[in-house]
Structures are given as C-alpha cells and as structure tokens.
C-alpha cells in the first residue's frame, strides 16, 4: 500500500519519569517538535490526489462487517498521540491529563474538541465509543477492551475505566498505551446506527478530515472539516494543509504505477529498492517528477516467511526445518533488492548485533542450473547471475534430512511418511516479492517440494490471514530499531511476538513463560537474557524465518504540485504536514 496512515500503539514519558520499561505517561504539553518536519508556512489550499491498493464496499474501519474503505484515519482521533520524533513516546491529544492506579485509570477530556456534527465531545462518548467496540468492533478492539471492568463518569470532562487489579505499574502503562489509541467516536451517532451493519454510513469523527464522498470499490473524496479544533493549537500548525484529499483505490500495485506516471495523482510510495536504483534514475525520468529517499530511524517492518503450523502438511517439525534451512536471506537481499535491505535474524533481532554476510563463491553455481530460474532478467550483470556455495550444499543436506527422517523421492517428487506428495502454496500481497517467491518455489522444487504461489489484492490476503488460511505466506510485523532493551521488549511482547506466533500456529502456553519473566525483570542483562531465549524458542519451532527490514522510504511527486521541506531523518514521511506551494 502507498499511502500508509499508521495506527501505532505505543506510549512512552512521565511527569514522574517512571522508567519501568520505559512506558511514561507525560502529562506536560507538547514542545513542538513537529516544527522541524512540517511547512509551517504551508497555505491551506489544493487537492491532494493519493492511491492504494485493493477495494471496499463501507465506511466503517472498526467492524468486522464486509470490506472497509482502509485510508480514514485522517477523520478520526484518540485520547493520545505519538509524537513525530520521539518513537514511542505519546502525549495527550484528546484529553488533557491522565491519572492511573493498579485498578483504574482516569482519563481527563479538553472541552474543545467537536465532532464533525458540530457536536461537543464529553465522557459519554468515549463511554459508549468503548462499550459498543468491546462488543461489535474488530477483534483487535475487543481483546483490549475485554479488560474492562466498569466504565464511570465522573463529570462531562472527567472518566474513569476500571479494570481487575493489575500486578505492576508497567502493566497499567501498558494497558494505557493501548486504551488511548482507540479512535473515539460519538455516542448521539451510535445511539442510533446498527453497528454492523453500517455500510456507507460516514462515522462521525473529531479527524482534521471528514467524508464528502464516497465510490464504492474505487475512490472516496476527504475535505477539510474547517472547524477542526487543533487548528488553533499551537501542536497542530503547519499540518493537514490540503482542503481536498481524493485517495483512489487500484487493483495491483503495476496499475497504480502507471498512473502516477500519467499524473492521475500526486504522490507515488516505491517499496523496492532495486526498481528505485535502476529504473527511475535516468535522465528523461528525473525531468519528469522529483524523487526523495529518507532514512528511518523509526519503528519498521521485517519481511517474513511464515509457515501454518496448524496445516496438516506442515506439523511435521522436520519438514519446516527443511524448508526453512533452505531460504538465506543475505543471498535474496543480494540478488533482488542491491543490498539495500536490513538483514535480520528472528523477531527479536533488533537485541542482536547483526554481522556482515561472508564473501560468495560466485563461481560455484553451474550456469545451466541457475538459468532454470526463469525469473532473472537477462541485464543483471555476473554477479549477480550466481548463487552462494551454501545454497547448494543446504539443498543436499535438506534432502539427507527428509530422507533421514521418513521422507521419500519417487520420481523426484517428495513423498511423506504416508506416500502422500508434498504440495504447498505461498501466499503474497507484495508483487515486489514475486520474484522471491519464485526462488523459493525453484529451491523447494530442488527438494521435490512442488509449490504455487497466490498473489493477491490487500483485501483477500488480509482476509486469508485472519481465517489462518494459507500454508505459507509473507508476512510483516513491526521492528523497534534501537538499542535499549528495557524500552523495547514491552512493545515486542505486545505486538510482535503475540501477532507472530498466533499466525504461524505456535501455542501461546510455550512463550507465556517468558513474558511472565519479563515482567518480572527490570535489569539489563535478566531481560537480554531471557529475550535469548524466548527468541530460540520460537526458531526452535521452524515455523518463521525473518528475511529483512526495509527502514527507508522512497517516495516520487510531481515537483509542479507538492513541495517538501528539508526532511528530519527522525521523522516519518507525513504527506500531510507537507503542503503546496506556497
């Protein structure tokens, strides 16, 4: 997807500067760091023409009703926010103060803020907007939600959520960074709708943003909501500078391509590297549209292979070895993205110090075997044209194993244990990692795997995965890209561990041990220590391969249309806080 608005849970800083884990509430007001990466001086004026990929056939992003329409978080705002150069750290947004104990937490509202209705936000909104998610929206809401034990207003301005007695501090900061980045939506509006069944209906939000119209399946129009309340606040100059936004919806990511190239909108999000270095940079392409690449040093993706444990065909430990030694991930970064990508091993990766991938024997593959492939375009120079010595002597080793462990060939294909062929299919969204698909299919056909690759829209992959319906895919969850291991391990366990080992079918009994002793830890070396193992654990299962991370963003305008400042290498590419001309 090119046009990306991330809903990223995370909540750091403290009046008190309580460093349990690093997860602080700051109570204070934020000191306009965002200065350095919007155009302050930005007029608000122009329509801002963007694009994604996939379909939709309703408005509301918060049930698990039909297809919705994945790009309105413009419209809608939580109790807190993040701050733009500082990763994980939020601040009050919609309310002003939060206090908290071991039962309760107290969320204390601003009483400026409206509705796209006109309609003054208070406690009863966010009262109903947690009772109806906590029963009708996604699954995602109601797991957080489900731990509420009582909601209490005590004023307009003033709510208090209750909940059972949680062991530690850090454990209701944490149940605080993820109660505060609910979109809050508006009880006189919910009153009335039936949920689930809302369709079309615009959900009225408190968003710089609101819907003007709406195409199923192919576009919606956003206008500026020209009383939204943090225009006049000091944090929020300098962003949300267009008055129109139109966000149109293709079906694959070529198409969507080969309209910017035809000026159909404004700006273009290029996911790969190698297309980047090569494609766009000649002479005729560069008089055509402006390019800029930034270095993030904000929390991103790792590529992954995920295998479904709970298929019939992958509960065999052995086979998921076998496939997995087969799959290096320097060799592919190598051949399909220039060395551009960020090596990581397991999930937990970012606590390791990664080391440079050895020196290739570029002579060892056989010409004749690699041409095969049937997938690398004929320009690539020799280099490249070669495999790693370790590829095929893993490919060897892979099939010893299989057979060593009750596995047979008959005519070359992989037979199991019952004389049944190994068949698998890779699931994919991503068509920039089609070719690495294909690799992978040529490397399990190597050990009599047969394998076919499904390349779908965003909409049946997602829905794929929530069904846990595949056997393999890639996958992607979010990296923390520091060094500080008491600040980062609460926001793997909540997010990357859980969502990983739930979509490749390993059992939750196995990793709670270790995130009962994480907590139970604060020190340096106990938490390094305990995340070792945690994370052997989960390669022990032969269930996940971590490929790499791309942690740059390359994006392309029409240089006549958008303008960017000078760009904060801290900060993330915010189309919105960038403007036209002025």
């Given amino acids: 997807m090119y046009f990306v608005l991330k809903f990223i849970i995370f909540v750091s800083w403290s009046n008190a500067c309580l460093y349990a884990n690093e997860i602080c509430i700051n109570n204070n007001k934020p000191l306009h760091l965002h200065r350095k990466i919007v155009n302050i001086n930005a007029p608000k004026v122009g329509t801002l023409r963007l694009a994604g990929v996939g379909s939709f056939d309703n408005l509301n992003m918060f049930s698990t009703t039909g297809i919705p329409f994945p790009y309105l978080w413009m419209c809608y705002e939580t109790l807190m926010i993040e701050s733009s150069l500082e990763p994980g750290v939020l601040y009050p947004w919609l309310c002003s103060k939060v206090t908290y104990n071991l039962k309760s937490i107290t969320f204390h509202l601003k009483k400026d803020i409206l509705f796209h209705s006109e309609k003054k936000m208070d406690a009863k909104d966010i009262k109903k907007t947690f009772e109806v998610l906590k029963k009708y929206g996604s699954l995602k809401y109601q797991s ?13 301005y003033e709510i208090v959520i209750s909940f059972s007695a949680l062991e530690s501090v850090r454990l209701v900061k944490l149940f605080i960074r993820q109660l505060s980045q609910i979109p809050i939506l508006s009880k006189r509006q919910l009153d009335k709708l039936n949920f689930m069944n809302s369709g079309m209906t615009v959900l009225d939000g408190t968003g710089p943003y609101k819907v003007k119209n709406a195409l199923v399946g192919k576009s919606v129009e956003l206008e500026k909501y020209l009383h939204y309340w943090a225009e006049k606040n000091e944090d929020g100059r300098g962003k949300n500078n267009f008055l129109k936004i139109i966000i149109d919806l293709y079906k694959n990511q070529d198409v969507c391509y080969q309209s910017f190239l035809a000026k159909k909108f404004d700006v273009f999000f290029e996911t790969n590297p190698k297309r980047w270095k090569k494609n766009y940079n000649s002479s005729s392409r560069k008089n055509q549209f402006a390019m800029a690449e930034l270095q993030l040093k904000k929390p991103w993706a790792v590529r992954s292979v995920v295998l479904n444990m709970r298929k019939k065909s992958l509960q065999d430990q052995n086979l998921r070895k076998a496939i997995l030694m087969l799959i290096e991930p320097e060799y592919i970064n190598k051949l399909f993205f220039d060395n551009d990508m960020k090596v990581v091993d397991g999930i937990i990766s970012v606590f390791k110090k990664q080391t440079q991938p050895e020196d290739l024997d570029l002579q060892y593959f056989q010409h004749s075997e690699f041409d095969s492939l049937k997938l690398v375009d004929s320009s690539l120079n020799q280099e490249h044209k070669l495999l790693w010595k370790s590829i095929v002597s893993k490919i060897n080793v892979s099939k010893k194993y299989l057979l060593k462990h009750g596995y047979s060939f008959q005519n070359k294909i992989l037979h199991d244990k019952n004389m049944q062929p190994v068949h698998l299919s890779l699931m994919l969204k991503d068509s920039n990692l089609l070719k690495v698909a294909h690799f992978l299919k040529f490397l399990l056909q190597k050990i009599g795997i047969m394998l076919d690759i499904a390349l779908y829209d965003s909409i049946v992959y997602e829905s794929a ?16 890209d520091t060094v500080d291991l008491k600040k980062s391990f609460e926001i793997f366990k909540s997010i990357n561990v859980r969502s990983a080992v739930n979509i490749a079918g390993i059992s939750d009994v196995m990793i709670d041990e270790y995130v009962d002793q994480l907590y139970a830890h604060s020190e340096g ?32 305008y029409w240089p006549d249309l958008v303008s960017f400042p000078r760009l904060h290498p801290a900060a993330d590419m915010n189309i919105m806080s960038r403007g036209w001309h002025s």
């Fill in 465 to 480: 995965v929530n069904k846990l319906d595949f056997d393999l895919l890639f996958y992607s969850w979010l990296q923390i």
């Fill in 525 to 556: 070396v106990e938490v390094e220590k305990i995340l070792d193992h945690l994370s052997q654990k989960i390669k022990d299962t032969c269930a996940i391969k971590t490929l790499f991370s791309d942690n740059k963003v390359r994006i392309m």
């Fill in 144 to 156: 957080i939600l489900n731990n509420i034990s009582s909601i209490e207003i005590k004023s307009p």
